[in-house]
């Protein structure tokens, strides 16, 4: 997710030059593979092998929106959605450490002109950054993908040997230890980054980020919202809506050739972004009357749940 720079007259955002992404481990729930025991009366250290193979990680825990939300900066959090506990959300302490792990698979899923069937190299991501106009903490402001999205990303990087970094191999030691990587495994991962992680992260901004990733983790778990929001984009909008869509979200660096990414970010968008920062009639190129006639047709036929339960409705 990407704020739309230059859209309000009433925000200047000025960026940061790229900065040196620090490395540190991490307090993500990860498998351990031994055991650290005392041993014997005489009390020495001991390192026994579990016997069956690793103890399953402790699960993780769940918590709501406003729980999330509330979070105050600090160490990474991992917690699970409460009301779809298959949306996997990691709470950065920075825009830094969140693009040390997601952008390189970011640039494989959905960013725009970057190769779909290889991992970029350290160079290439760095060039790929840098081309786009943004940092390494501004490539997004929020992630979200399919767990089978990042499973192929590790794949294809194992297969060519690319070297990733230390965050990025934590983070398949952690979905892997929640059993996420697994063929046919089903479940998102969205994260967003901490209160105050640059100027324009302030509180409306984390939520809105907060809400508009949750709405991507239920499109990628919920048959039901996917499918409604396909055909909302196919027989609710007209051509130029669609075409408008498209043009606000290459703008943004989306691949406007991935259909089923074009129709997730519109429902995001649409319905789920409400802060002007973001996402506004003027930035989409439609005009505000029909904007809410597009909000108030979604939410009539939304399928039930939580997620309808708290959309507003069209914006005034």
Same mark, same amino acid.
């Given at each position: 997710m990407a704020p739309r720079l230059g859209n309000n007259d009433?925000?200047?955002?000025?960026?940061?030059?790229?900065?040196?992404?620090?490395? !540190? !481990?991490?307090?993500?729930?990860?498998?351990?593979? $031994? $055991?650290l025991a005392v041993a014997g009366a005489g009390g020495g250290l001991a390192l026994n092998w579990w016997p069956a193979g690793p103890p399953a990680p402790p699960p993780i825990a769940t918590a709501t929106e406003a729980a999330i939300d509330a979070e105050l900066p600090g160490d990474p959090k991992t917690v699970r959605f409460a009301l779809n506990p298959t949306i996997l959300v990691l709470d950065f302490a920075s825009l830094a450490q969140q693009g040390a792990m997601l %952008? =390189?698979? @970011?640039?494989?899923?959905?960013?725009? #002109?970057?190769? =779909?069937?290889r991992v970029l190299t350290d160079a290439e991501l760095a060039s790929a950054v840098l081309a786009s106009g943004a940092t390494p903490e501004t490539y997004y402001y929020g992630h979200? *993908? =399919?767990?089978?999205?990042?499973? =192929?990303?590790?794949?294809?990087?194992?297969? &060519? +040997?690319?070297? $990733?970094?230390? &965050?990025?191999?934590?983070?398949?030691?952690?979905?892997? #230890?929640? #059993? $996420?990587?697994?063929?046919? @495994?089903?479940g998102a991962l969205i994260s967003i980054p901490a209160l105050g992680s640059d100027q324009l992260v302030d509180a409306q901004a984390r939520a809105t980020i907060l809400h508009h990733e949750l709405a991507h983790g239920e499109y990628f778990t919920v048959p039901a919202y996917a499918d409604y929001t396909r055909h909302f984009w196919q027989d609710a909008l007209t051509e130029q809506d669609r075409a408008s869509?498209?043009?606000?979200?290459?703008?943004?660096? *989306?691949? &406007?050739? %991935?259909? &089923?990414?074009?129709? %997730?970010?519109?429902?995001?968008?649409?319905? +789920?972004?409400?802060?002007? !920062?973001?996402?506004?009639?003027? @930035?989409?190129?439609i005009p505000e009357?029909?904007?809410?006639?597009?909000?108030?047709?979604?939410?009539?036929?939304?399928? @039930?749940?939580?997620?309808?339960d708290c959309t507003p409705g069209p914006a005034k």
């Open positions: 009433d925000t200047v955002i000025q960026r940061s030059p790229p900065a040196r992404l620090g490395r !540190r !481990r991490w307090p993500f729930v990860l498998g351990a593979g $031994l $055991l %952008n =390189r698979v @970011a640039a494989l899923v959905e960013k725009g #002109g970057q190769p =779909r069937d979200d *993908y =399919r767990v089978a999205d990042i499973a =192929r990303f590790f794949e294809l990087a194992d297969r &060519d +040997h690319v070297a $990733l970094d230390p &965050d990025e191999e934590l983070l398949r030691q952690t979905l892997a #230890g929640q #059993g $996420l990587l697994k063929p046919g @495994a089903v869509f498209r043009k606000f979200l290459a703008d943004d660096g *989306y691949d &406007d050739r %991935n259909e &089923d990414l074009m129709m %997730n970010e519109m429902q995001a968008y649409l319905m +789920h972004t409400r802060d002007p !920062r973001f996402f506004s009639a003027k @930035a989409v190129g009357e029909r904007l809410r006639w597009l909000q108030a047709q979604f939410l009539l036929g939304m399928p @039930a749940g939580w997620l309808r």
